[in-house]
């Protein structure tokens, strides 16, 4: 390509990557379109059940996830970067929304649902503001095994409030544990006719899931426990139905709440738009990595959170990532986000013609739908995986699943976020050290745990932290190097450390190597610092570090600094000297080797330097035995 080209094609794939559906959209050939539709199809025939469920598990009328459903799949089509995932009502969104909404307003008012819409809307524009600023690693945060647990302990709720609707019972209220002294207590209650729809809903929806795993199943039952019901007339006779549901689609309007309500709404809205992120993110990149393509974190989240403001903003509810329709999706043959654009036509479509049909859809089918979705969530497996594997992540797990049963879900959310952050702060604060050695015929230091060991320096103690120091981990990793040489079985003259890995030193951290000198001049062993990145440097500068540890006993590379030490003792005993000798014959005979493959002048004179300053330790040695 010409020269002149350059600037347009980087101002296209700037502008691409703010708008990805430019990099798919103009090279989509109608001879896709088959495989399209058929993906369109199988997500509008599992997000129409699932949808509506999860609607009113949120505690809003089913028509809400016509309202959401098309404006989401639209904008995440657009703006996310994702060629196969799907965004829809899920599960656990939907629980977060309505234990968010429940504390302000009851459940189904006029009130409810204005809020549930702003509720969208603030974490579509959190979700937004994440990703203009880049925070898109913030996942990497979220501990999986928290999660695991998390989304367990989601499951479980969930499934607790569907029950009562599969035995024709009053839902009770509270946490897990009283709702769950409320089902038991209330059995005798059970309604017969909404028990035998319920379970025969659950019967089929397991068998169409075994036997023909390709056919929707809850599209199936949903349409069969309707006309069932109609044909029956089983709603006159006890059983719950969803009743009229209006058809069209909902204008953009600004849901009608106070600034007052948005403050009270905020914890919610930060909780949504962390789990929308956090449950989409993994199965982005694994559908990236099938397809050969790469995912944008920051971009995800605008996209997320653009596909939440537009279903706030037509009246609709919060929506996420659904694993199963993407995964469905992809089966389909889906390669660009257009089966989204046809699903959100065909929802429409729907929307507008055909939502009369479901009038005498009961309850217990909607629930059936729900409760076996939330099994899937229940990945006891992976519990059983951490707890063969690593106690510590199992019993977090299990903290963030027993908070959720007991304190309901946001607080839960809450917990489990405190978790992941605690867990990250307690690893990042133990002490990780390697002890060097040199590898026997080279001139690298390394763990001297490796095999074959690595030779050690008599008197001399060389550490590598291996992990930056930073305010968290510096007091923890100036007691790990003290305790080290008071109990080093023999005499310590002086510690090297190596802070390849330490980045950009924080204050704290430089305050801790000073008072890690002091410690160490009381026990008249000498401190020195080698392979000091640029920035850490600057730190010690400015802090008065590098004065008070003194420049010349701050080394460019470990060996320098293992040289200059062995340049200053005198005082080896003869069993010491011949190992020492041994270790400076190969390093001499390696940094002549290295001398003329050595292109830069500087690093010619460096290791001149050096070769000759190993040569008069090795004359100095020979001249003391």
């Not at 008012?109 to 959190?126: D, E, H, K, N, V």
Request: with cysteine.
């Amino acid at each position: 390509m010409p020269e002149s080209h350059h600037p347009h094609s980087a101002a296209a794939h700037s502008v691409a990557r703010f708008l990805p559906f430019l990099s798919w959209l103009p090279k989509w050939r109608p001879s896709s379109l088959k495989r399209d539709v058929a993906a369109a199809l199988t997500i509008t025939a599992l997000q129409i059940p699932e949808a509506m469920a999860y609607a009113e598990l949120a505690g809003v009328p089913p028509q809400a996830a016509f309202y959401a459903g098309p404006v989401a799949l639209v904008l995440y089509a657009l703006l996310g970067t994702s060629r196969q995932l799907v965004v829809a009502i899920s599960a656990t969104v939907a629980v977060l929304s309505a234990s968010t909404v429940a504390a302000l307003a009851p459940s189904g008012t006029p009130r409810f649902i204005a809020l549930t819409a702003a509720l969208a809307m603030l974490a579509g524009l959190i979700s937004i503001l994440a990703g203009v600023l880049k925070l898109g690693r913030i996942a990497q945060f979220f501990s999986e095994s928290v999660l695991t647990g998390f989304v367990f302990g989601l499951a479980l709720v969930i499934a607790i409030k569907q029950v009562p609707k599969l035995l024709g019972l009053e839902a009770g209220s509270g946490n897990f544990f009283e709702r769950l002294w409320n089902l038991v207590t209330h059995l005798g209650q059970t309604h017969p006719l909404t028990l035998v729809v319920g379970v025969a809903s659950l019967a089929v929806l397991v068998l169409l899931g075994k036997l023909l795993p390709r056919l929707p199943a809850s599209l199936v039952v949903l349409v069969l426990g309707t006309v069932v019901v109609g044909v029956l007339g089983l709603q006159g006779r006890g059983v719950k139905v969803v009743g009229d549901i209006p058809s069209g689609l909902s204008g953009p309007s600004i849901p009608d709440v106070g600034l007052g309500d948005l403050l009270k709404l905020m914890p919610g809205a930060f909780g949504i738009a962390l789990v929308a992120f956090a449950e989409a993110i993994g199965p982005a990149r694994v559908l990236a990595s099938k397809h050969r393509y790469e995912i944008d974190p920051n971009q995800e989240l605008i996209g997320l959170g653009a596909a939440n403001l537009g279903a706030g903003l037509f009246r609709g509810l919060s929506v996420g990532c659904s694993l199963s329709k993407s995964a469905a999706n992809d089966a389909a043959g889906a390669r660009t986000q257009m089966s989204s654009l046809l699903a959100a036509a065909i929802l429409a479509l729907v929307a507008l013609l055909f939502t009369p049909l479901f009038r005498t859809l009961p309850e217990a089918t909607l629930a059936a739908i729900v409760v076996l979705a939330t099994v899937g969530m229940m990945d006891v497996k992976e519990m059983r995986r951490l707890f063969k594997l690593r106690r510590t992540d199992f019993f977090l797990a299990a903290g963030a699943l027993l908070s959720v049963l007991v304190l309901e879900v946001l607080p839960g959310l809450l917990v489990s976020v405190g978790l992941s952050v605690a867990l990250l702060v307690w690893r990042a604060s133990q002490p990780r050290v390697s002890e060097l050695g040199r590898a026997p015929g080279t001139l690298d230091f390394a763990d001297v745990r490796r095999d074959p060991a690595p030779l050690t320096v008599p008197g001399l103690l060389m550490i590598r932290p291996n992990e930056g120091i930073f305010f968290a981990n510096a007091t923890s990793l100036r007691d790990a190097i003290i305790g080290r040489v008071d109990s080093a079985t023999s005499p310590v003259h002086a510690v090297l450390l190596d802070l390849e890995v330490t980045a950009d030193l924080d204050v704290p951290g430089a305050d801790m190597l000073a008072a890690l000198k002091e410690s160490l001049e009381h026990r008249e062993i000498t401190l020195m610092l080698s392979r000091v990145l640029g920035p850490t440097q600057r730190m010690l500068d400015r802090t008065g570090v590098t004065e008070h540890i003194g420049a010349k006993n701050i080394h460019p590379q470990t060996l320098n600094g293992v040289v200059e030490y062995l340049s200053h003792r005198t005082h080896h005993a003869k069993a010491e000297w011949s190992l020492v000798r041994d270790g400076l014959h190969r390093l001499n005979a390696l940094v002549e080797e290295a001398i003329p493959a050595a292109e830069e002048d500087g690093d010619r004179r460096r290791l001149e330097a050096l070769r000759q300053k190993l040569a008069r330790i090795d004359d100095g040695s020979s001249s003391r035995e």
